[in-house]
């Protein structure tokens, strides 16, 4: 599985960005997907994640801001970030997870301005 992000950039205080992942083969509708982030000098912590039957989760620090949505006829999760902070600035990795598979797309980047 292959999995692309993009929609990352430069955005201020505020501002919002939505970012898209879309995912190669023919089982994308069984995949947990799930976005995670990692800023500088800090852990990869869990953004959102979608499981194959819609049921949401978020990292406590999303407060309502983010909400992370699939297309299964497009392949594709979507991340629509909010009300983003300097905090939120991090490169946005997209995550796909199938029984003990998982897979990683390389990141984009957010950067989020004061």
């Known amino acids: 599985v292959q999995l692309q992000a993009s929609g990352g950039g430069l955005v201020q205080a505020g501002g919002s960005l939505r970012l898209s992942c879309a995912a190669s083969?023919?089982?994308?509708?069984?995949?947990?997907m799930a976005w995670y982030r990692q800023a500088p000098g800090k852990l990869r912590e869990l953004v959102a994640t979608?499981?194959?039957?819609?049921?949401?989760n978020y990292g406590d620090f999303v407060n309502g801001r983010f909400s992370i949505s699939r297309d299964n006829a497009k392949n594709t999760v979507y991340l629509q970030t909010n009300r983003l902070k300097p905090e939120d600035t991090a490169v946005y990795y997209c995550?796909?997870?199938?029984?003990?598979?998982?897979?990683w797309g390389r990141g984009t980047q957010v950067t989020v301005s004061s």
């Open positions: 995550n796909a997870k199938y029984g003990s598979y998982r897979w």
């Open positions: 083969g023919s089982r994308f509708s069984n995949y947990v």
């Open positions: 979608i499981t194959s039957g819609g049921s949401k």
